[in-house]
């Protein structure tokens, strides 16, 4: 049952002083962002900006660890390094589990960075840490699913995740992180490849786009066009209307991960109305780099800009798309 894994959500334990995965007493602290990334695109020269505005380079953000925990993250860092090093054509092969395990190692590290200096800003005001009922329940469920690092954990039935990796023409030294935790939503672009994971949806938005990414398999994309698909995932996970729910049932000491399924509510679909506007504006922030601005992308609100698609619904090939990559 659940009591048999940790969960930190309990008691709030988020002051460094306890292993994030396992909850013994911790014995270092241990870049989000492993060496072997930072190295590779200096990110300990790269900053990254917080909910609360603070401004953080990315080896400044880490989790307090065991040494156990330390030794099976070290592992999963060794064999991703190695798939990732090697490209899309290797990393396309890769068990889709432990990719899932190392994006939530991501993930969870920036919800524990957030929640960390929630709690600190709060505390320093001389106010009660009030926190989402909602994000407690979905924060918990990721982090007992990544317990499978330490543990053995069966996924069983339905993946609680959407992972699609895409080969994407990248310079060199592209490094292309982004993260919505509220949806647990996140996006990597390096190398010759991109990654767009929603960790907590049972493969709904993979279904929801299903069409686009049938026309776009094994087609190589300009950034622009993973961009824009980053765009597509990001918002249908923010109009995702589901609270999904998961049993955790200890057997002989492993744990057995079940999806429940989705209730209809009324008929409702599982996901809001899709909103041009709203759309433009998550559009806009992706294509950042090549100056879109709102007004462009949804000047016909009917036929918003697309590099993926053009006016017949045909797939774009990325060499016709005149624009720098970045």
């Known amino acids: 049952?659940?009591?048999?894994?940790?969960?930190?959500?309990?008691?709030?334990?988020?002051?460094?002083?306890?292993?994030?995965?396992?909850?013994?007493?911790k014995d270092e602290l241990l870049p989000v962002f492993p060496d072997w990334l930072s190295?590779?695109?200096n990110l300990d020269q790269k900053l990254i900006k917080l909910l609360d505005e603070?401004?953080?380079?990315?080896?400044?953000?880490?989790?307090?660890?065991?040494?156990?925990?330390?030794?099976t993250i070290q592992k999963l860092e060794e064999e991703i390094c190695e798939f990732f090093t090697a490209g899309y054509e290797k990393l396309k092969t890769i068990d889709e589990t432990r990719l899932f395990q190392w994006i939530s190692k991501l993930v969870f590290g920036m919800i524990y960075q957030e929640i960390s200096a929630g709690m600190r800003q709060q505390q320093a005001m001389g106010e009660p840490f009030n926190f989402s009922q909602?994000?407690?329940?979905?924060?918990s469920s990721l982090h007992f699913m990544l317990q499978s690092l330490i543990r053995p954990v069966v996924f069983e039935g339905i993946r609680p995740w959407s992972i699609k990796i895409f080969p994407v023409k990248n310079t060199a030294e592209t490094f292309g992180y982004r993260d919505e935790i509220n949806t647990l939503t996140f996006s990597l672009r390096m190398n010759d490849f991109g990654i767009i994971a929603c960790l907590q949806d049972n493969g709904a938005v993979l279904n929801q786009h299903k069409e686009i990414l049938r026309h776009v398999e094994g087609k190589t994309l300009h950034p622009l066009q993973f961009e824009e698909l980053c765009g597509r995932f990001f918002y249908s996970s923010y109009l995702f209307n589901r609270l999904p729910e998961y049993s955790f049932l200890n057997v002989e000491d492993t744990i057995y991960v079940d999806s429940m399924p989705f209730y209809s509510i009324n008929g409702k679909p599982l996901f809001d109305a899709w909103?041009?506007?709203?759309?433009g504006q998550v559009l806009?922030?992706?294509?950042?780099?090549w100056g879109?601005?709102?007004?462009?992308?949804?000047?016909?609100?009917?036929?918003?800009?697309?590099?993926?698609?053009?006016?017949?619904?045909?797939?774009?090939?990325?060499?016709e798309i005149e624009l720098p990559v970045y």
């Open 1 to 25: 049952m659940e009591n048999s894994l940790y969960n930190p959500f309990n008691r709030f334990d988020f002051n460094k002083n306890i292993c994030f995965l396992s909850g013994t007493p």
């Open 275 to 279: 909103q041009v506007k709203t759309y």
């Open 292 to 319: 879109f601005t709102l007004f462009e992308i949804i000047k016909d609100p009917e036929n918003p800009i697309s590099f993926l698609t053009d006016k017949e619904g045909g797939i774009r090939d990325a060499a």
């Open 134 to 139: 909602v994000l407690i329940h979905k924060f």
């Open 284 to 289: 806009e922030n992706f294509w950042k780099p």
């Open 39 to 41: 190295d590779r695109f």
């Open 54 to 71: 603070s401004v953080v380079n990315y080896q400044g953000i880490t989790l307090p660890v065991s040494f156990e925990t330390k030794k």
